[in-house]
């Protein structure tokens, strides 16, 4: 799939845009002065894919937990500042990588002064254009005037010779999202930070992301990507790398596939299994085509494709390579079974 070719920003030990790979972030759930906890799920969601994770930053205490955190930790930080920018300033002066901000919500003097911080410490900055935080000002559509306020604030950093930016216009709205994005991806060639912005609670914000986001990615629209959901974290990475592998945007991913179960399933525990053997592959970065299926109608028949696949047959189950059964194992021991020759595989 061709992606948009961006600028390329550098954010501590990344690169991101490009036509490079969609970044997986996230952002933490915990008060960054947290510092062990903020530490233990960044390292969380680094482990399942993240690139690149943000915190917010709201007093003294936040500030000065960023070495703290950054000294254990191996992706980019992000801070996330409203309001004030003497803080923004001071997330620089303590090591964040990158900040977010909405320079609509500042005063002048300070965006100035913090875009000259900025430079002199190589620090990216990403200008975050909310609905929620944006008030209509003519009678355009929506999404018109949040790319319009967008880019009138990169000329503002240009005009100031500041070139290091990511640039998102988000809405609650799907259709003001995507809209945003395919305008916005058509007036800039500075890299996308996109999402659809307090999407829900688990399978309704996932259901409104996946919706929302592939027809922007699948129009090569987007360097970096966040799922924002009601959620810990780490579902959000794993919710974006199954989005991206679904769409042939991200490689080091399984490619799992597995039936509904019907009355031709003579096994109990199939969606168990399932839920294990996908657990056990995302855990461990496995990049297979692995199929677990009820019945052999549908393990030979529609996983005969797959790389190996788990069919149940009469209180047993087969384990089959490329369409060719290699093993009958017992109920009880069929897991044990299957992830010893998918580990064989993976070597």
């Known amino acids: 799939m061709l992606r948009n070719k961006t600028k390329i920003v550098k954010i501590g030990n990344i690169a991101m845009g490009g036509d490079e790979n969609v970044l997986i972030q996230s952002m933490c759930n915990i008060k960054t002065s947290n510092v062990e906890e903020v530490i233990k799920e960044i390292n969380e969601c680094a482990k399942l894919g993240a690139s690149l994770m943000r915190v917010s930053i709201i007093d003294e205490d936040d500030l000065k937990a960023i070495p703290l955190?950054?000294?254990?930790?191996?992706?980019?930080?992000?801070?996330?500042?409203?309001?004030?920018?003497?803080?923004?300033?001071?997330?620089?002066?303590?090591?964040?990588?990158?900040?977010?901000?909405?320079?609509?919500?500042?005063?002048?003097?300070?965006?100035?002064?913090?875009?000259?911080?900025?430079?002199?410490?190589?620090?990216?900055?990403?200008?975050?254009?909310?609905?929620?935080?944006?008030?209509?000002?003519?009678?355009?559509p929506i999404h018109e005037q949040l790319v319009s306020e967008a880019l009138k604030w990169v000329e503002y950093f240009e005009n100031l010779e500041f070139y290091n930016l990511i640039i998102s216009v988000k809405s609650s709205d799907l259709f003001t999202t995507i809209k945003s994005y395919e305008l916005l991806g058509e007036s800039t060639i500075y890299p996308l930070h996109i999402g659809l912005t307090e999407s829900g609670f688990d399978d309704i914000g996932i259901i409104k992301s996946v919706a929302c986001l592939s027809p922007i990615l699948l129009k090569g629209i987007g360097s970096t990507i966040r799922i924002s959901l009601t959620h810990d974290p780490k579902k959000e990475v794993l919710t974006a790398k199954r989005l991206l592998k679904s769409l042939n945007l991200y490689k080091n991913y399984p490619n799992f596939v597995s039936c509904p179960t019907c009355g031709r399933c003579k096994v109990s525990n199939i969606k168990d299994l399932a839920k294990e053997t996908l657990t056990y592959l995302e855990n461990n970065n496995i990049n297979l085509k692995v199929a677990v299926m009820g019945c052999v109608v549908n393990g030979i028949g529609e996983g005969k494709n797959a790389d190996i696949g788990l069919a149940g047959a009469n209180h047993e189950f087969i384990i089959f390579k490329k369409g060719d059964v290699i093993k009958t194992v017992k109920e009880e021991n069929a897991l044990e079974e299957f992830f010893k020759e998918i580990d064989k595989m993976k070597n």
């Open 69 to 140: 955190i950054k000294k254990s930790i191996d992706i980019p930080l992000v801070c996330d500042i409203h309001y004030t920018l003497k803080d923004a300033i001071k997330a620089i002066e303590y090591g964040a990588d990158a900040i977010r901000i909405n320079p609509g919500n500042t005063k002048k003097e300070e965006l100035d002064n913090l875009i000259e911080i900025a430079k002199k410490h190589k620090t990216a900055i990403r200008i975050g254009i909310n609905e929620g935080s944006f008030s209509s000002k003519n009678e355009k």
